[in-house]
């Protein structure tokens, strides 16, 4: 079984410019998701406690915010989380007043009594101190731009130094994405997020690498003067079938995680799928590109 | 035996050896059959699996500086009056100044000397003439010694919360140190999680101090407390008391501590000091027969009792209308002795049972799903080669499972993420080989030779590819704390040995299909 025809020859270095302006386009309106409505963090990153509990029964959220509020948390944030029949709910209090297992224990004596003892689950409780939290928010953003940083070592080291900008400059892009994707969702960003954010980028420069291995490979190959750009494109419809097949399995994966992994791994997998596909996308017509934009050396190395 | 064969044996040995290691964990909650041979460990499920808790402690060490400080200015005021040394004020200025106030100026030589011979530790930081006369000196504790205390108490803390974790009864407790002031408590199945870690947190200072007889709490409450003494609260209806600021007698000086129930049924604690405690509590009854001696627990006062005769042989009562859990813990809490300094929760997460169960299983539903779809397309779209594929990612799991279950890390519910994503991952290496292996048969090679070719060719790109993932997930096993570590390590692990069932195991069964079974072309 083949998906692409062997031998196919996309020019993909034809169209790179509209490509481009989508992504700017894509990433402008992912930026103004992010500083006009800003992230919704999590516990993680803000401090305070969280309470995950479940229901045996359908519950509407302004229902349990009234519930919770007669408990004594008026200000708290309600948040269904997982899938619709999971009847799970995140409930955020703030920093000051009771927090953690008290906290809690309010809102579990609260919800039992208003929606019956044996209906109520109390699952996770969390309690992140205020200094805890902006230490974690530091490593977090911390980890990501080192992660950038040694990679862009990496593929500078195995590579081309243009090359490396491309592909720093297609994992931005995939980062700014899927933190634009949960600006827009009002999606919590927790340290598993953050876990996913790294792993797409170490996932999306994969594809880059296979891409630019044999863009070095077919350099190797053609004595003589070529053109950069046919020869990218050449590249890509050349790995093409390796690029899909791979993302695929990966994107396979992630919606079962997502639809089958629980509430907890649910934002994870959003991520991941997020990132998956604009990890495909930005390999192809972001890194490449980017590449034949730089200009020098067009040689061999 | 030729090179081939050999190389066939040395990949079935670390097969077996995976296997053998991994096949505890398949048996899952269950216990292991009577007589199973072999490598019995179990891969480790972390806290968000087995439900539990998670406590990260601050032990507040600037406390520990301070209440050091607070004992060597007692002893320093001892010495001064030895040494005729005549001071108006003496107090803990800062946690890390004492200061002093001379009457006499003149007797400044005298005081440094005494400094000098017996706290060599601490460094006069400031002199200057005081209002009314007097010479105002402060003493600095230096740095080394304050951190020498700061580290004794974290390490002291470290211990009685082992010991209070060991008496309260938790089956493998985590205890651990985390940077400079911190200790991380990992506390599978836990289920009163508020009791729990008012057990740990407690201070739990015993203290007992004489009551100041000859002072009047409405004098005292007006401002005009004796010199030495100070206003306490009673812990029930908060009426003062005033107490001589010395403590003659505390928790140190114990031994055991012992729910008791009295005639009217109502529990209290029975506890007995040590010798050296025992001595010192008889001479402190035997001179105050008539006064009163109270005992404070965290700066509480528990009871007044009247000291009617010397008490000889080292046993006393806490009083204090206890509800029998609440002396429960108490007495587990004086067993394990007092922490030298408070500690302030900065992080608790707790996952109920529940929580566990249901991620353990839903976890399992999802890389099921996941990896059969992986395993069935693969199948589809390169058939034998597929197949070979589909075992290789078979192994490349049992040798995750039996890596982490022999190291003994930890499988987190990102952990399980972490496989799954591995499945997806892993496939790369051989859809990356298998797609070379097609061209090169477009090119007309022999099976034998695209085989060959196909691994040579793909080698480069396979190793780049997986090692920015792995350098992404290092980056995230040092950021990253419990749970996402987890991923982290298991994303690792799995990437490793993707790469030697893809490029070893898969190499050598297609080379082997491919040379002995004479085919004259690939499945594929």
């Known amino acids: 079984m083949e998906l692409i025809r062997p031998g196919i020859f996309i020019d993909f270095m034809k169209y790179y410019k509209y490509a481009i302006a989508l992504s700017l386009v894509v990433i402008a309106a992912s930026l103004i998701w992010i500083f006009a409505k800003g992230f919704n963090y999590g516990i993680d990153f803000t401090g305070g406690t969280e309470v995950q509990v479940a229901f045996t029964d359908d519950i509407q959220t302004d229902d349990l915010r009234s519930a919770v509020a007669e408990a004594g948390f008026p200000n708290a944030v309600i948040q269904s989380i997982g899938i619709a029949g999971d009847h799970e709910f995140l409930i955020r209090t703030p920093t000051e007043g009771d927090t953690g297992y008290a906290a809690a224990k309010k809102i579990e004596d609260g919800l039992k009594g208003a929606y019956g003892k044996d209906k109520v689950d109390i699952r996770a409780v969390n309690m992140v101190g205020g200094a805890v939290s902006k230490e974690l928010k530091n490593k977090g953003f911390m980890s990501l731009l080192i992660a950038n940083g040694l990679l862009l070592i990496y593929i500078w080291f195995r590579f081309q130094f243009k090359y490396s900008i491309g592909a720093i400059v297609a994992l931005v892009h995939d980062v700014i994405v899927t933190l634009g994707f949960f600006a827009f969702t009002g999606r919590e960003i927790s340290l598993t997020v953050i876990a996913a954010l790294l792993t797409l980028i170490g996932f999306s420069l994969n594809d880059t690498v296979v891409i630019y291995d044999r863009i070095r490979e077919n350099i190797k190959k053609t004595s003589g003067p070529y053109d950069l750009g046919n020869l990218i494109s050449a590249s890509l419809s050349q790995t093409l079938s390796r690029t899909i097949l791979t993302s695929l399995t990966v994107f396979i994966v992630c919606v079962c995680l997502f639809l089958f992994g629980g509430s907890v791994i649910h934002d994870f997998a959003f991520a991941m799928i997020v990132g998956v596909i604009s990890g495909v996308y930005s390999t192809v017509f972001i890194a490449s590109p980017v590449v034949l934009a730089m200009p020098g050396m067009v040689q061999k190395k | ?524």
Not at chain 2, 79 to 94: G, L
Not at chain 2, 460 to 481: K, P
């Open chain 2, 1 to 524: 035996m030729d090179k081939f064969k050999l190389k066939g044996l040395l990949i079935l040995a670390v097969l077996i050896v995976g296997i053998v290691l991994a096949a505890p964990s398949f048996f899952g909650k269950g216990e292991l059959p009577e007589g199973y041979p072999g490598w019995k460990q179990k891969i480790k499920l972390g806290l968000d699996l087995q439900g539990g808790m998670h406590l990260v402690l601050q032990v507040v060490t600037e406390k520990a500086v301070e209440s050091r400080m607070a004992s060597v200015l007692s002893e320093l005021r001892g010495q001064m009056i030895n040494e005729r040394i005549h001071y108006s004020k003496a107090v803990v200025d800062t946690p890390m100044t004492l200061k002093i106030s001379l009457r006499v100026p003149d007797e400044y030589e005298k005081l440094e000397r005494l400094v000098l011979d017996t706290h060599q530790y601490l460094k006069e930081t400031n002199r200057e003439k005081g209002t009314d006369g007097s010479l105002v000196l402060t003493y600095r504790i230096s740095d080394k010694e304050a951190k020498n205390i700061r580290d004794q108490a974290v390490e002291q803390a470290l211990e009685t919360i082992r010991n209070r974790v060991d008496q309260y009864g938790v089956s493998e407790p985590s205890i651990i140190p985390q940077g400079a002031d911190r200790i991380v408590l990992q506390l599978p199945g836990v289920t009163d999680p508020e009791r729990a870690k008012k057990i740990i947190g407690k201070t739990a200072l015993l203290e007992f101090k004489l009551v100041d007889e000859e002072a009047s709490v409405t004098d005292a409450a007006s401002g005009n407390v004796p010199a030495g003494s100070y206003i306490a609260y009673m812990k029930d209806g908060n009426q003062p008391v005033i107490l001589k600021q010395q403590a003659p007698l505390t928790g140190a000086f114990l031994e055991d501590a012992r729910v008791k129930i009295d005639q009217y049924n109502e529990p209290y604690l029975s506890i007995a000091f040590n010798r050296e405690g025992g001595r010192i509590f008889e001479r402190v009854t035997s001179e105050n027969v008539g006064k009163r001696l109270a005992i404070l627990l965290d700066g509480k006062v528990y009871s007044t009792p009247v000291i009617r005769d010397a008490i000889s042989g080292g046993k006393a009562v806490i009083e204090g209308r206890f509800t029998m859990e609440e002396a429960k813990d108490l007495a587990v809490v004086l067993r394990a002795g007092s922490l030298p300094a408070p500690v302030t929760v900065l992080e608790e997460r707790t996952v109920g049972p529940t929580l566990g169960q249901d991620s353990i299983r839903k976890g399992i539903i999802a890389s099921l799903v996941g990896s059969l779809l992986v395993v069935f397309f693969m199948l589809i779209y390169y058939k034998l080669s597929g197949l070979i594929a589909d075992l290789a990612l078979t192994f490349n799991m049992i040798l995750m499972i039996g890596t982490m279950s022999a190291l003994g890390w930890v499988l987190t519910l990102p952990g399980i993420a972490g496989f799954v994503l591995t499945i997806g991952m892993a496939i790369d290496a051989n859809v990356l080989v298998f797609e070379r292996i097609r061209e090169e048969l477009r090119l007309g090679r022999t099976p034998k030779m695209a085989v060959e070719m196909g691994y040579k060719n793909a080698f480069s790109a396979i190793f780049d590819s997986n090692i920015t993932t792995i350098i992404a997930a290092v980056v995230l096993i040092q950021f990253g704390t419990g749970p996402v570590r987890g991923f982290a390590v298991t994303l690792c692990i799995g990437l490793v040995w993707s790469m030697f069932t893809a490029l070893v195991l898969c190499r050598w069964i297609q080379e082997w299909v491919v040379t002995y079974k004479n085919t004259d072309h690939v499945s594929i």
